[in-house]
């Protein structure tokens, strides 16, 4: 990585004020469930008044055709609650996290995927009655209205669900899986035509295909406006590097700052997608996670050089314009309040833990035990002592590859009660690497650490 230049491209409020918050949500964990449920309920209702149930046991083509219906109806029911995740629905991701959303995001998808496959063999048996196999092929791929569509459609949702799969998916870099997965879109769309006119569920009751249509259009109207509007309003507001500041021989810390400061809440523990508007980089958007309480002086992102993205953003000119898109996470130093906070990170994970200390205050007494691999990588290692000192916490650093430690298991219950002997009394966020963030969450289950009062994210593709 070339030296990064520094300076200020802006100038810096001589009092800078803390940004607001978050907005949190006023939608309950319960009133979610609730809305799941009563579409489940819809869903199978909508199976059940079409004689369902009955057909189940007329023999085995009625039966079929029954399945057939239901594991459609139950398939496109999966398909809309993955699709509404992607919205990025704020009343859901302020109380699980994006990356929670995108892990249920990727089990409804599969979900999906095996409920099209039953779909496609019942159908194939129930069409079979009437005149063969062949001819049963033949409707169901393009003979009746819409199949043709729907077929492909299915096509590119099994591509999609393939390329998902982590041991396909590693092969690939992110950009190539998520243009690859916006297949999915297509073969969904593709798929709603055949769905009103085939079966008679809403080919021939109008309430029932009102309802559906008047579903997906609320669908599209959460993509357009939640997920697709937000995108815009970050282009069209953007951000300009205002500083970059050299942490690591691979690393700077970079501060984005300007007039569109004032449409952001945000609190330390937050991350932002970062779009520089540059002619190569504008079509891709990389998370980061704040490094400093966000303020009116602006955002501070650490960034370790890990690939073309992350070298880029790091000597791009004072002053690139960067679309930043979020906040996003839902652990955040206010949903830790009052209690007492162990932090445990490794390298770059000291990031939103820095930010976080940042905004806390003595009755958090924060610990932190900071991981690396080498000297150079304990980043913020000074603001990071002094915001400790200043709260009445302790840093401790873990320094060495794994094998050479002294402390052959740094994360067992053993080792972490004798650190932090009040661990039971803390909450305790994790970041860092995968591995660090396993060996950590086993040695806190094993030390009897409710898993409520652990945080951290979760790999998310
Ligand atoms: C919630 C979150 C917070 C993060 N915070 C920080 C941070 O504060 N500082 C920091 O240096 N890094 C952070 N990262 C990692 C950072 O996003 C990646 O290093 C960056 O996207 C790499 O892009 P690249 O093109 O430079 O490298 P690539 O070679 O393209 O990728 C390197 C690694 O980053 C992953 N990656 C690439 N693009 C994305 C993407 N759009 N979304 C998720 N993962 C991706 C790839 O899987 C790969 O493992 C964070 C990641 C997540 C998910």
Same mark, same amino acid.
């Not at 809305?35 to 489940?40: L, N, R, S």
């Not at 859901?92 to 990727?106: A, K, N």
């Not at 040695?443 to 994210?457: D, K, M, N, Q």
């Given at each position: 990585?070339?030296?990064?230049?520094?300076?200020?491209?802006?100038?810096?409020?001589?009092?800078?004020?803390?940004?607001? #918050?978050?907005?949190?949500?006023? &939608?309950?964990?319960?009133?979610?469930?609730?809305?799941?449920? &009563?579409? &489940? !309920?819809?869903?199978?209702?909508?199976?059940?008044?079409?004689?369902?149930?009955?057909?189940?046991?007329? %023999?085995?083509?009625?039966?079929?055709?029954?399945?057939?219906?239901?594991?459609?109806?139950?398939?496109?029911?999966?398909?809309?609650?993955?699709?509404?995740?992607?919205?990025?629905?704020?009343?859901?991701?302020?109380?699980?996290?994006?990356?929670?959303?995108?892990?249920?995001?990727?089990?409804?998808?599969?979900?999906?995927?095996?409920?099209?496959?039953?779909?496609?063999? +019942?159908?194939?048996?129930?069409?079979? &009655?009437?005149?063969? *196999?062949?001819?049963?092929?033949?409707? /169901?791929?393009?003979?009746?209205?819409?199949?043709?569509?729907?077929?492909?459609?299915?096509?590119?949702? +099994?591509?999609?669900?393939?390329?998902?799969?982590?041991?396909?998916?590693?092969?690939?870099?992110?950009?190539?899986?998520?243009?690859?997965?916006?297949?999915?879109? =297509?073969?969904?769309?593709?798929?709603?035509?055949?769905?009103?006119?085939?079966?008679?569920?809403?080919?021939?009751?109008?309430?029932?295909?009102?309802?559906?249509?008047?579903?997906?259009?609320? *669908?599209?109207?959460?993509?357009?406006?939640?997920?697709?509007?937000?995108?815009?309003?970050?282009?069209?507001?953007? /951000?300009?590097?205002?500083?970059?500041?050299?942490?690591?021989?691979?690393?700077?810390?970079?501060?984005?700052?300007?007039?569109?400061?004032?449409?952001?809440?945000?609190?330390?523990?937050?991350?932002?997608?970062?779009? #520089?508007?540059?002619?190569?980089?504008?079509?891709? +958007?990389? #998370?980061?996670?704040?490094?400093? @309480?966000?303020?009116?002086?602006?955002?501070?992102?650490? !960034?370790?050089?890990?690939?073309?993205?992350?070298?880029?953003? +790091?000597?791009?000119?004072?002053?690139?314009? !960067?679309? =930043?898109?979020?906040?996003?996470?839902?652990?955040?130093?206010?949903?830790?309040?009052?209690?007492?906070?162990?932090?445990?990170?490794?390298?770059?994970?000291?990031?939103?833990?820095?930010?976080?200390?940042?905004?806390?205050?003595?009755?958090?007494?924060?610990?932190? *035990?900071?991981?690396?691999?080498?000297?150079?990588? /304990?980043?913020?290692?000074?603001? *990071?002592?002094?915001?400790?000192?200043?709260? %009445?916490?302790?840093?401790?650093?873990?320094?060495? #590859?794994?094998?050479?430690?002294?402390?052959?298991?740094?994360?067992?219950?053993?080792? /972490?009660?004798?650190?932090?002997?009040?661990? @039971?009394?803390?909450?305790?966020?994790?970041? %860092?690497?995968?591995?660090?963030?396993?060996?950590?969450?086993?040695?806190?289950?094993?030390?009897?650490?409710?898993?409520?009062?652990?945080?951290?994210?979760?790999?998310?593709?």
């Amino acid at each position: 990585m070339r030296t990064p230049r520094s300076g200020n491209y802006s100038d810096t409020p001589r009092r800078p004020h803390p940004l607001p #918050p978050a907005r949190h949500t006023r &939608a309950l964990p319960s009133d979610l469930l609730a809305i799941t449920g &009563a579409f &489940a !309920i819809l869903i199978v209702g909508l199976w059940v008044r079409h004689g369902g149930v009955a057909a189940l046991s007329k %023999g085995w083509a009625d039966a079929a055709t029954s399945i057939t219906q239901l594991s459609g109806l139950l398939a496109s029911g999966f398909g809309l609650v993955g699709l509404a995740l992607v919205g990025r629905p704020r009343s859901v991701e302020r109380h699980i996290g994006l990356d929670r959303m995108f892990v249920w995001h990727r089990i409804l998808g599969e979900t999906m995927t095996l409920l099209v496959g039953v779909h496609i063999a +019942a159908a194939l048996v129930a069409w079979s &009655a009437a005149g063969g *196999l062949l001819n049963a092929v033949k409707d /169901l791929t393009g003979r009746q209205p819409y199949m043709a569509l729907a077929t492909v459609g299915s096509m590119l949702i +099994a591509v999609v669900t393939i390329s998902s799969l982590a041991s396909v998916r590693r092969r690939m870099s992110y950009e190539t899986w998520y243009f690859v997965h916006l297949a999915a879109y =297509v073969g969904f769309a593709m798929s709603f035509g055949h769905q009103l006119v085939t079966g008679d569920i809403f080919g021939n009751d109008t309430v029932a295909r009102v309802l559906w249509i008047s579903i997906h259009l609320a *669908l599209i109207a959460l993509l357009v406006v939640r997920r697709w509007g937000t995108t815009m309003r970050s282009v069209l507001r953007p /951000l300009r590097i205002a500083d970059v500041r050299t942490v690591s021989p691979d690393t700077v810390a970079v501060r984005l700052a300007g007039p569109g400061l004032g449409r952001i809440e945000a609190s330390a523990g937050q991350f932002f997608f970062l779009r #520089p508007l540059r002619a190569r980089w504008w079509w891709q +958007a990389h #998370p980061f996670s704040l490094s400093a @309480a966000p303020s009116s002086a602006g955002l501070r992102f650490t !960034i370790k050089n890990r690939g073309d993205a992350s070298r880029s953003i +790091a000597q791009m000119p004072l002053g690139t314009k !960067i679309a =930043v898109e979020g906040p996003y996470g839902s652990c955040t130093a206010e949903s830790i309040g009052s209690k007492k906070a162990l932090f445990i990170v490794g390298g770059v994970g000291v990031a939103p833990a820095r930010a976080m200390v940042e905004a806390m205050s003595e009755v958090n007494e924060p610990v932190v *035990l900071f991981r690396a691999s080498r000297h150079e990588d /304990l980043l913020h290692l000074d603001e *990071l002592r002094e915001l400790v000192d200043a709260r %009445g916490g302790m840093l401790r650093t873990l320094v060495g #590859p794994s094998a050479s430690l002294a402390v052959k298991d740094p994360f067992s219950a053993r080792r /972490l009660t004798e650190v932090v002997p009040d661990l @039971a009394d803390r909450a305790v966020v994790v970041c %860092g690497p995968d591995r660090l963030v396993w060996a950590a969450r086993q040695g806190l289950r094993a030390a009897g650490i409710p898993t409520s009062s652990v945080h951290f994210e979760r790999p998310w593709w």
